[in-house]
């Protein structure tokens, strides 16, 4: 069984751009929920998508926005790049309110 | 909301020494997870572990519910043990549904 699957692995942007980052979870598995780890913050959560609709949000900007598929694969995007963005964002998949599994991680790095 | 605290921040060890890592929370949870990250930043799954005890090969963890703590065992580390050990908890209720990271628990083994 396949796991989590995050492309791309690394991304230098510069301040003002957009990017946009993919998380496929496992088989069968309908939550998606996305982190952002920085060494001063921490894990905190972004939001969370079920069933292609968000079920939970963090308490991020409106810059940060993400989407679900019908087949449960989700996108994350950044818009209007901040130095303070950079850092490690994390997708987690889960069936449902059980064991989450984490994806590699995308490295960002804003410039 | 809920905080989760952990203890030690950091820990040194020796090469074959056994370690006691700790896991606070301030309100009951659903669930609790204990998670260790590698040096590329993906987040292993140790333990899934709502209450009692379990193991796993030189690794164990119990969960006390009642008391809201959670501890993980590392017997006979290993240099490859080193990382950041992170325990968090899932927490379901109302519109809300997410995993809550504690600060995690900077470990080196020593040779």
């Known amino acids: 069984k396949a796991g989590v699957t995050q492309t791309p692995r690394y991304l230098i942007k510069t301040r003002g751009q957009q990017v946009t980052l993919s998380c496929s979870p496992i088989?069968?598995?309908?939550?998606v929920s996305w982190y952002q780890q920085t060494p001063g913050q921490g894990l905190q959560f972004l939001f969370e998508y079920f069933s292609e609709t968000q079920r939970n949000k963090g308490n991020f900007p409106g810059r940060f926005s993400g989407r679900q598929f019908s087949n449960s694969r989700s996108e994350m995007n950044v818009s209007t790049l901040e130095l303070g963005d950079s850092a490690l964002y994390l997708c987690a998949s889960r069936a449902d309110r059980d064991e989450a599994f984490f994806g590699q991680g995308t490295r960002l790095t804003v410039v | 909301g809920i905080q989760v605290e952990q203890s030690p921040p950091d820990l040194i060890l020796q090469e074959g020494a056994n370690s006691t890592l700790r896991c606070n929370f301030s309100d009951s949870v659903n669930n609790l997870q204990w998670f260790h990250q590698n040096p590329w930043g993906q987040l292993i799954n140790l333990f899934y572990i709502p209450s009692g005890t379990k193991q796993n090969g030189r690794l164990s963890a119990t969960t006390v519910a009642t008391e809201r703590y959670s501890l993980l065992y590392i017997s006979s580390s290993q240099t490859t043990d080193s990382g950041v050990y992170f325990c968090a908890v899932l927490y379901y209720g109302g519109a809300t549904n997410k995993l809550i990271f504690g600060t995690g628990t900077l470990l080196a083994v020593q040779p």
């Open positions: 088989s069968g598995h309908r939550s």
